[in-house]
């Protein structure tokens, strides 16, 4: 694929979805472009805004806490993976509402208690916790919030 036809593809995605400059890079890779080429596109589609890593970061953060139920730390850690610097990433996650963060914890936190077919209390326990902390919610917040749900239930 030549330059120009790479710049069209790549523009109309971006113009369509959100993407980050990894993510970009990776798909102008698998098209066969000189590195040079593939600079060139990147920066041009930085200057058009096309590609906005704190516009990604910020949409990025609010869909996959709010659909995924993902928690601070695996959105962080995904983010990361995306090459995403650590500032641009904490002023996303500052977006999201304490409040708001609690709710979503709490649904998965009662959402995985009535999954669990073990109703021994410490195995019912031990999993709530390892969901809740691989969806990447912190440990101390999730503590009290399950000792207080198991002991509603």
């Known amino acids: 694929m030549d330059y120009k036809k790479a710049l069209h593809k790549a523009s109309s995605l971006c113009s369509?979805?959100?993407?980050?400059?990894s993510d970009i890079q990776k798909k102008l890779e698998k098209w066969d472009l000189s590195d040079s080429d593939t600079e060139k596109i990147i920066q041009k589609l930085v200057e058009e805004k096309f590609i906005?890593?704190?516009?990604?970061?910020?949409?990025?953060?609010?869909?996959?806490?709010?659909f995924n139920k993902w928690g601070r730390r695996k959105i962080m850690w995904q983010l990361k993976q995306?090459?995403?610097?650590?500032?641009?990433?904490?002023?996303?996650?500052?977006?999201?509402?304490?409040d708001e963060y609690n709710e979503k914890l709490?649904?998965?936190?009662?959402e995985k208690i009535r999954q669990v077919k073990n109703k021994e209390p410490l195995k019912q326990k031990a999993a709530v916790i390892r969901n809740?902390?691989?969806?990447?919610?912190?440990?101390?917040?999730?503590?009290?919030?399950?000792?207080?749900?198991?002991?509603?239930?």
């Open 132 to 153: 809740a902390v691989s969806k990447g919610y912190e440990y101390e917040e999730i503590m009290p919030l399950v000792e207080q749900l198991l002991l509603k239930k």
């Open 52 to 66: 906005d890593e704190e516009r990604f970061t910020s949409f990025y953060v609010r869909d996959k806490f709010r």
């Open 16 to 21: 369509r979805q959100e993407y980050c400059r």
């Open 106 to 110: 709490q649904e998965v936190i009662r």
């Open 82 to 98: 995306k090459g995403i610097d650590r500032e641009t990433i904490n002023l996303a996650l500052d977006q999201i509402d304490p």
